[in-house]
């Protein structure tokens, strides 16, 4: 399972955001803290805008914060709202009956109960849960570590 750079962007701004809640922050402070594209980052603002998450206040002096209690965010909501799909292979996509082993394949079960176990790890986890060790670090000045959510292409040893 790989997520999106979406979901990767909407993950990370709401850990911001939930670490940040005594001030609102800009999308420049996100786009700087984890070196991502601003222009990337307005788009997931708007729809986390638009999802009531997030409220975005206009003007010189303007910004983002949470709308809604870190507690009360689970984060297998935010993944199945901003992932397009759980396609794990072509036999899952709806009418494809291009393969030949699908009247009796058993991969497409295994691969079904993958993506539902991974999936309810997911909605075990709150925003607040994700946070809760930087926040009782302090909070204001999060340590960055490079998360990667897929591995390099490595060469085989011979």
Do not use: W
Not at 110 to 128: I, N
Request: glycine letters at 8%; hydrophobic letters at 35%.
């Amino acid at each position: 399972m790989r997520l999106t750079t979406y979901t990767d962007y909407t993950l990370r701004t709401l850990m911001y955001l939930a670490v940040n809640r005594d001030r609102l922050v800009t999308i420049q402070d996100i786009a700087d803290m984890h070196g991502v594209s601003k222009n990337h980052l307005t788009k997931v603002v708007h729809q986390l805008g638009l999802s009531g998450m997030v409220e975005t206040v206009r003007g010189r002096s303007g910004g983002l914060r949470l709308r809604i209690d870190p507690a009360d965010i689970n984060i297998g909501d935010v993944v199945r709202n901003t992932e397009t799909d759980f396609y794990m292979a072509e036999c899952f996509e709806p009418g494809n009956t291009a393969c030949g082993y699908s009247a009796s394949c058993g991969l497409k079960g295994v691969l079904r109960s993958a993506t539902a176990a991974y999936l309810e790890v997911l909605d075990g986890v709150t925003l607040d849960s994700l946070v809760r060790k930087e926040l009782k670090r302090g909070g204001k000045t999060p340590v960055v570590e490079t998360v990667r959510f897929h591995a390099k292409a490595y060469k085989k040893q011979p």
